[in-house]
């Protein structure tokens, strides 16, 4: 007689960030396509209730996790620990953030509807699995939620071929990379025998490698950093973000490059700091060599940018270089008792950038829906004039981006390379101190763009919309005589306005008070197993 099977205990309530982001889905999927259109603003309320439940769930799990050692769930596939909590509260809060600018975007077009706020939470949900998985197979499956649920938010402008463009390249070769990621798991199996993490450590501290198992380790290994260096963007992977970043909608860019890089960024960290800490003398250089090139090569480009979100692509390129800097300085104490402050400078700097990049993406989608979807830099000028308010809070979020003292940015890219002095990376620190002088200068252009510009005529802005291109044409001679007529002031919905005073808030708070979010993620570095 065959063995019954018997599965494994399940913590419903340790699971419940998850359940309660998949259940708003579903809602959102199953009662929005069997009932009309819901009045505006519901289904982003519904998606933001949604994953601000999640959040404070997730919170009181952390609470629970102090001073407790990390356990596992679902016989060792998914880990609780304090960095997935505390990686769930700043995916959950992306979430809310954008669910809210996603409201204006699609209000009023054929894209209102279910559907994109669906998508968020799934890909939400792909993101906390990434963060929170202990098994490599798990990893994957998280990976590919994240991802599918991203090609397609990248390509959901239908009207836009810039956005069709950018879908279809996200897709190819996100493929790519995701089939070097299983690939290199396959190794990795091939080495140890498991694809649990928690199993693949025990392991290592029981046997000894051969030389044939550990060629296949390093192989796996350098497979899954392609895999995940191309998820989080850093050179030479980066190939993808300009024309994606341009391409989707602006809040989609905002998620991508917030939730996108935070889930990658925390994947790759139970890759190589958790599951190989032994192997971190032959890791650690690549680290140090993809640091080096994003620091370096991103903001250098960035310069020569004339589109506004290209700038801020190759900018989130160079901040992925900063989160790497922090990483190799946590390379160097992985596995050990004293785990250095490198893992933590990592997640805080996720944290911060995930709001600035937010508060910085909810002004740029104002203005460009208001120009026919134009993001050209030009599209900025003369916003002092028009809104000096909105002005000033994008000032701070952009000088807080470039690393001045008092914001969140000077606190996380201290944070950073005070990582790297720590551990005597000397080099990287230095490089990592002169690039964000270079940085400086893309976000300073574009606050003189705001501030000393003037705004430009109505026959300086580009109208992306068929319809609006074809009246254009039909009339120009009418629309000559009005060339000279300074284009309307756009109009700031609450919601935008509520998230970039949010983030602006946020951004303060942080640089003048560190020490509470310090405090938060203090304990990231206690993780399963």
Known sequence: MPQEFVGPSIDWYALSPLLVLLGGGLFLLVVGAMTPRWPRGWYAFVTATTAGAAGTIAVLHWKELDGRFPGTLVADALA????????????????????????????????????????????????????????????????????????????????????????????????????????????????????????????????????????????????????????????????????????APTPITAFMASVGKT????????????????????????????????????????????????????????????????????????????????????????????????????????????????????????????????????TLLLIAQAGVPLTSGFVAKFGAIQAAVTEQSYVIAVVAMSAAVIAAFVYLRIMVTVWMSDAPGADDVIDNEPSAVAARSAGAAAAASDASEPIEPEPFPLSTSVVITAAVAFTLFVGLWPTWLLDVTSAVTTTAP
Request: charged residues 15%; negative net charge.
């Open 80 to 247: 609780f620990d304090t960095l997935a909590q505390v990686i769930t509260v700043v995916i959950c809060g992306a979430v809310v953030l954008v669910a809210l600018l996603c409201d204006d975007d699609v209000s009023g077009t054929e894209r209102d509807g279910p559907e994109v706020f669906a998508l968020l939470l799934m890909a939400a949900i792909g993101g906390v699995v990434m963060a929170s998985a202990n098994d490599l197979i798990v990893l994957f499956l998280g990976l590919e939620i994240l991802s599918l649920a991203l090609y397609v938010l990248v390509a959901s402008d239908r009207r836009r071929a810039d956005s069709q463009e950018g879908g279809i390249k996200y897709f190819v070769l996100g493929g790519f990379a995701s089939a070097f990621f299983l690939y290199g798991i396959a190794l990795i199996y091939g080495a140890t025998g498991s694809t649990n993490i928690s199993r693949i450590v025990e392991g290592f501290q029981t046997s000894v490698e051969t030389g044939r198992e550990d060629a296949l380790l390093l192989a796996g290994m350098a497979l899954m950093l392609v895999g995940l260096g191309f998820k989080i963007a850093a050179v030479p992977f980066h190939v993808w973000v300009p024309d994606v970043y341009q391409g």
């Open 263 to 394: 889930a990658a960024f925390v994947a790759l960290l139970r890759v190589l700091v958790v599951m190989l800490p032994f192997h971190r003398d032959d890791w650690r250089p690549v680290i140090w060599v993809l640091a080096l090139l994003s620091l370096v090569v991103a903001p250098t480009i960035a310069i020569m940018q004339s589109n506004v979100k290209r700038m801020l692509a190759y900018g989130s390129v160079s901040h992925a270089g900063f989160m790497l800097v922090a990483f190799e300085a946590a390379g160097h104490r992985a596995g050990e008792a004293d785990p250095g402050t490198g893992m933590r400078a990592v997640v805080v700097y996720l944290a911060v950038y995930s709001v600035l990049t937010i508060g910085t993406m909810a002004v740029i989608s104002t203005v460009s829906r208001a120009r026919g979807g134009d993001t050209r830099l030009t599209i900025l000028a003369g916003l002092a004039n028009r809104h000096p308010l909105i002005a000033a809070l994008f």
